[in-house]
């Protein structure tokens, strides 16, 4: 004879259920178009469907004020999605104005886990989105503050920072 199966595995089955078919859905929902979000912050693209060669070493991104100059971005594949000026300006704009972005992650504690910035406890950074056109999603490209009023963006998702500006 079998014993009866109890109510907490019932319960254990059904909450991984879910948990598994919520993280599905957030996994979905990250690269769904947002339509009530703000605007994405370039100003200019050019898309292709191959994956993009590697900018030379001699020739690094440049930063001019609040516009990154000369920025390459690239999809998840590796494909250019945008090659151009992005102006961070709007984005800055919107943190300063206390308005977040519909992504999970706008707003949210930056750890700093690839060690890229300079160390700082952990709270001190925040993570703010800023969004690509011509991409599903919102893309690779983040800003990153400071406690002490520091920015520093990123194209790549974290491989590589530019410093926007000095702390206060």
Do not use: C
Not at 38 to 48: G, H, N, Q, Y
């Amino acid at each position: 004879m079998t014993p009866p199966r109890s109510s907490t595995s019932a319960a254990n089955v059904a909450i991984t259920i879910a948990v598994v078919a919520l993280l599905a859905w957030l996994a979905w929902a990250e690269r769904q178009p947002d339509a009530t979000g703000p605007a994405p912050a370039p100003t200019a693209s050019t898309a292709s469907t191959e994956p993009a060669a590697p900018r030379p070493a001699a020739v690094p991104p440049r930063a001019s004020g609040l516009v990154m100059r000369d920025q390459q971005i690239h999809d998840e594949q590796g494909r250019l999605v945008f090659d151009g000026d992005v102006d961070l300006g709007p984005v800055l704009a919107r943190i300063a104005a206390g308005e977040r972005d519909s992504h999970r992650n706008d707003g949210t504690v930056f750890a700093n886990r690839e060690g890229r910035l300079p160390k700082q406890p952990r709270g001190y950074y925040t993570e703010w989105v800023v969004r690509t056109e011509g991409l599903r999603g919102v893309g690779p490209q983040r800003l990153i503050t400071g406690q002490k009023g520091e920015v520093f963006y990123t194209s790549d998702h974290y491989e590589t920072f530019i410093r926007v500006r000095e702390p206060s």
